[in-house]
């Protein structure tokens, strides 16, 4: 456990899970980074565990930024990652029974993290817990040790999008499932605890009915957003943020330019609530 410190807190981050809205992350690792304040531990779900590991990995807000531009702000990029991340063999992709509707997202990973993400968690600059989710075990699972690659893609392994993900034994699917703002994994780590929640809500489009799809995930959003009330009952983080991605829907990469512009007041709203988690300290300790 961190000594508490009033004139120089340490800070730990729980990057919530959301899909394509968890790029609004990107914000609030530029307003660490501005602020001058490194993490002493991460933790993450789904986008978040990815973005965290970015973090982790030594990237800086500006790095994640100008990748993630780079990559997703042009279709022809994107569409040439995914083309490297196919099958490599009809028996590849027969493995397990042939799946039409799901994408093996450790070969899309592999295809689209950059290469500053190391292989193993022993690697990382800054201590990392992701989440997944044990489907077999009915439990979280939370993995900080060995293959990094494996837990990223067990934690983003979206249901009926991506296939599971097998690993130590284990069935292993979307660590949002169970656990959409891990905060509670950094409890006594560091002084002050910030957390990003991005899971958004389903949100109502005039003249329009919600496809099955748009159900699917907005029914996940309704069951992660009681995961989440259920928790802040018990705990609350330090500071909690939540910007404003509810029009975003989970698979929207290609959308990057309009979450960024959509998002980017969440970075004051961050450096201002540091200012006051730290004053609140100073008062308490005087």
Same mark, same amino acid.
């Given at each position: 456990?961190?000594?508490?410190?009033?004139?120089?807190?340490?800070?730990?981050?729980?990057?919530?899970?959301?899909?394509a809205?968890?790029l609004?992350?990107?914000? +609030?690792?530029?307003?660490?980074? @501005?602020?001058?304040i490194r993490?002493?531990?991460?933790?993450g *779900? %789904? /986008? #978040?565990?990815? &973005?965290?590991?970015g973090?982790?990995?030594?990237?800086?807000?500006r790095?994640?930024?100008?990748?993630?531009?780079? +990559?997703?702000?042009?279709?022809? @990029?994107?569409?040439?990652?995914?083309?490297?991340?196919?099958? *490599? %063999? /009809? #028996?590849?992709? &027969?493995?397990?029974?042939?799946?039409?509707?799901?994408?093996?997202?450790?070969?899309?990973?592999?295809?689209?993290?950059?290469?500053?993400?190391?292989?193993?968690?022993?690697?990382?600059?800054?201590?990392?817990?992701?989440?997944?989710?044990?489907?077999?075990?009915?439990?979280?699972?939370?993995?900080?040790?060995?293959?990094?690659s494996?837990?990223?893609?067990?934690?983003?392994?979206?249901?009926?999008?991506?296939?599971?993900?097998?690993?130590?034994?284990?069935?292993?699917?979307?660590?949002g499932?169970?656990n959409?703002?891990?905060?509670?994994?950094?409890?006594?780590?560091?002084?002050?605890?910030?957390?990003?929640?991005?899971?958004?809500?389903?949100?109502?489009?005039?003249?329009?009915h919600?496809?099955s799809?748009?159900?699917?995930f907005?029914?996940?959003?309704?069951?992660?957003?009681?995961?989440?009330?259920?928790?802040?009952r018990?705990?609350?983080?330090?500071?909690?943020?939540?910007?404003p991605?509810?029009?975003?829907?989970?698979?929207?990469?290609?959308?990057?330019?309009?979450v960024l512009?959509?998002t980017?007041a969440i970075?004051?709203?961050?450096?201002r609530?540091?200012?006051?988690?730290?004053?609140?300290?100073?008062?308490?300790?005087?």
């Amino acid at each position: 456990m961190t000594a508490p410190s009033a004139t120089s807190p340490t800070f730990a981050v729980a990057f919530g899970g959301g899909g394509a809205r968890g790029l609004a992350h990107i914000h +609030v690792i530029e307003a660490l980074d @501005e602020l001058g304040i490194r993490p002493v531990f991460i933790a993450g *779900s %789904s /986008i #978040g565990a990815i &973005m965290g590991a970015g973090m982790a990995a030594g990237m800086t807000g500006r790095d994640i930024h100008t990748y993630a531009r780079d +990559v997703l702000g042009h279709r022809a @990029e994107v569409a040439s990652r995914m083309w490297k991340a196919r099958p *490599s %063999s /009809i #028996g590849e992709m &027969m493995n397990g029974g042939l799946r039409i509707s799901q994408f093996n997202v450790e070969r899309i990973l592999k295809a689209f993290l950059p290469e500053a993400i190391p292989a193993r968690f022993a690697d990382l600059r800054i201590p990392l817990r992701v989440t997944a989710t044990d489907y077999f075990g009915h439990e979280l699972a939370v993995l900080e040790q060995g293959d990094l690659s494996s837990a990223l893609a067990a934690s983003a392994a979206i249901p009926a999008v991506f296939r599971p993900v097998r690993r130590g034994g284990r069935l292993l699917i979307d660590g949002g499932i169970y656990n959409p703002v891990p905060f509670d994994l950094l409890e006594g780590v560091a002084d002050i605890v910030i957390a990003i929640d991005v899971v958004g809500w389903p949100e109502e489009i005039s003249g329009s009915h919600p496809t099955s799809i748009d159900l699917m995930f907005g029914a996940t959003q309704l069951m992660m957003q009681s995961i989440i009330a259920t928790k802040l009952r018990a705990r609350h983080p330090d500071i909690l943020l939540r910007p404003p991605v509810s029009r975003f829907r989970a698979l929207d990469f290609l959308k990057v330019e309009a979450v960024l512009a959509e998002t980017v007041a969440i970075k004051d709203e961050l450096k201002r609530a540091v200012d006051e988690a730290i004053a609140a300290r100073r008062k308490l300790h005087a």
